[in-house]
């Protein structure tokens, strides 16, 4: 009956949203499809993946999970499977078979309660370090991917001066917050990329959906698990589970309520063990795809409802007939996407301490007006000096996933900063007791000699 209830709670709410504000949340909608179309056309052109498989099945995933969790999670590549296979060429077994390793061992920590565990243990700013982590990543690979390999005019229709006209757009939809940018960016990117003669000949033809289910052989799965799965778990436990648990907290803060981390590697889970048998990309929740379809105005899962209904037409209806339209979609206005993602992720860094002013509010309603200037002050040192840490835990954690290109090195670097900090705060503790006690003593002696 709670799940019930819960289900009929979040549709009211989607409807609502959707009623309310049907321009922002078609915008907010496609606030991740700059992560999504450059890793997913890729992989296409490259055999590595069947682009009908991937609509359908990440379609299905998005219309399942904005009905059931109420907020715009995305449904976005896993980007270490993705990234390796495009580097080292896989096929489409190895591909299936990275993302089923992956998606097994999540079912597992999700199933066992080691999920919930890690969420209760892991420190919130070694969570918003990753998450700050990614947001640069986006940024970086904004810039150096997609905007900087462009000419000045040259293409003509997909070049930096065009790049440098999106963001001006962007920087005045801040003004115009109601203004749907995403969505008249890619109206934009589509009608231009349908304006341009296709470069290949690759002989896609528009056709219904025909699944071939396989299973991957066994010469397949070692490989893939050190070359793909491994790099990948981290990730998607850290950023994609863990990440958009604490995002989802702080973006929705009253309805509909957070996922929790089993629901949500639950739904990683299934959402490949189903789709990777018939070829269809891995894919995961992720932090950055929340706040680039936040950021882009979706407020409910009514967004990603209404996406994952068009991917799922365009996988049964057209197939591979899309790709060379995507594949000529401009990456000047792609990059500009995957650059507003990233900043609005990275922000969530902000939220790592209490400004100094609230903290220093809060001692003094703690300590009240009758309590020592020396005890104010002491607790706003104290507070000051926590809040210190927590940013350079962050940014420690934010370091090691840029340095390293890994979410796990970030991780552990963060938590290891975390504890060292602990433990010298444990050291420094008994060293004032010791201080005191030695204190006490000698007044105790003092009194005795008198």
Known sequence: MELRSRLQAVAKHNLRTLRDAPLAELSGSLGDLGTLLPLMIALSIGGSIDLASTLVFSGLANILTGAFFGVPLPVQPMKAIAAVAISQKFSKEETAAAGLIVSFAVLLLSVTGLLHWLHRVVPVPVVKGIQ???????????GTSLIQPLGWHTPALDNRLLAIAAFILLILTTLFPRVPYALSIFLLGLLLAATQPSKTTTGHHSALWHPHPFVPSKSTWLPAALSASLPQLPLTTLNSILAVTSLSASLFPTFPPPPSTTS???????SNI????????SVCHGSGGLAGQY???????ASIIVLGSVKLLLGLFAGEAVVPVLQRFPKSLLGVMVLAAGVELAKVGREVSVPAEDLWARAEREFGNGEDREGREEKRARVEREGRERWMVMLVTAAGCLAFKNDAVGFVAGLGWHYGLVLKGWVEGRRRVRLERREEEGEGLLRERE
């Open 132 to 142: 700050v982590g990614a947001g640069l990543s986006l940024a970086i690979s904004a």
């Open 264 to 270: 949500l590697g639950l739904s990683v889970a299934l």
């Open 274 to 281: 189903l789709g990777c048998w018939f070829g269809a990309m």
């Open 295 to 301: 950021a882009f105005g979706a407020r409910s899962g």
